[in-house]
Nanobody, 127 residues
Framework: EVQFVESGGGSVQAGGSLNLSCAAS????????IGWFRQAPGKEREGLIC????????????YYADSVKGRFSISHDNAKNMVYLQMNRLQPEDTAEYHC????????????????WGQGTQVTVSS
């Protein structure tokens, strides 16, 4: 069973930074791409960032949503089964619940369907 536990959310003022962490368990080699999405009340779910971790697939072309390009970055530590989301220059419109997730695939401008995701951690940005 795949499980995620996100942490690191909180309240921050506009222009600030947060680093979200995600502890993953149950992942196997069939889980091809790791990323984050967010969900704000009354808005559609937005895929933010994703990186492929499949063998033979280049991890040099991660997916970035235009809304976070240049501000957010993803990293992962396979030995610790951890995924991180570094968020800089946060704005009030970034307020949402953030979830780490496994996607079927991602590369460049393409983000595939969701496969698994966690319960999320709340991020609130005040102006």
């Amino acid at each position: 069973e795949v499980q995620f536990v996100e942490s690191g959310g909180g309240s921050v003022q506009a222009g600030g930074s947060l680093n979200l962490s995600c502890a993953a368990s149950g992942l196997t080699s069939e889980h091809f791409a790791i990323g984050w999405f967010r969900q704000a009340p009354g808005k559609e779910r937005e895929g933010l960032i994703c990186i492929s971790v499949s063998e033979g697939v280049s991890a040099e072309y991660p997916y970035y949503a235009d809304s976070v390009k240049g501000r957010f970055s993803i990293s992962h530590d396979n030995a610790k089964n951890m995924v991180y989301l570094q968020m800089n220059r946060l704005q009030p419109e970034d307020t949402a619940e953030y979830h780490c997730a496994v996607y079927y695939y991602c590369a460049g401008h393409v983000l595939g369907p969701l496969h698994y995701w966690g319960q999320g951690t709340q991020v609130t940005v005040s102006s």
